[in-house]
């Protein structure tokens, strides 16, 4: 998505990429630091995902006011993956995590295929609109997830398993917008 707003401007991409690019794992690296818990998860995980996209909005103005959300969106995307692993590592059995991960990396890329497909051939803000707009399917579905008194830990769990796996698999792409 990046290379094709940066494509559409005439911008040289290489600074843009890099500091998103050092935001992501920086905020990959210091989530652990912040969540604590299943709230403190739950919290940056629509929390993050609500400054990305609040962050993306300046991405259909002028290149000059991109490398701000560039940093922000880039920072919050990680925090937001990285506290997914605390649901992953709580709510998913070990033998079950790969599969996991799996299951995740194999729907965000589809998505983020039809996406940058969409953007190269047709519009890049309309792939920009789309990358958004599974960030906010990724935040209802994030925000849809939480353990009633009644539920069984086993329902619970998949419950929440599925929730995170759809929440995910919908916001991967527009986390990795940046670089593709």
């Not at 500091?19 to 929390?47: E, R, Y």
């Not at 290149?63 to 709580?90: E, N």
């Not at 796996?165 to 990795?176: D, E, I, M």
Request: proline letters at 2%; aromatic letters at 10%; a positive charge.
């Amino acid at each position: 998505m990046l290379y094709s707003l940066l494509d559409l401007r005439g911008t040289d991409a290489g600074h843009y990429i890099l500091t998103a690019i050092i935001a992501h794992f920086v905020g990959l690296f210091t989530c652990g630091l912040f969540v604590k818990s299943q709230a403190a998860a739950k919290s940056m995980t629509l929390g993050g995902m609500g400054l990305c996209l609040a962050a993306t909005v300046p991405s259909f103005s002028s290149p000059a006011l991109w490398m701000g959300g560039l940093i922000v969106s880039g920072y919050f995307s990680g925090c937001a993956v990285a506290a997914r692993g605390f649901f992953l590592r709580t709510f998913t059995p070990k033998n079950e995590r790969m599969k996991s991960c799996a299951d995740v990396l194999i729907y965000s890329n589809l998505l983020m295929i039809a996406v940058n497909v969409i953007a190269m051939n047709r519009s890049a803000f309309i792939g920009l609109s789309l990358s958004m707009l599974c960030l906010v399917l990724g935040m209802v579905l994030s925000g849809c997830c939480r353990q009633s008194r009644g539920m069984g830990r086993t329902k619970c769990r998949k419950t929440i398993r599925a929730a995170a796996l759809k929440s995910v698999a919908a916001a991967v792409p527009f986390c990795l917008y940046h670089y593709h």
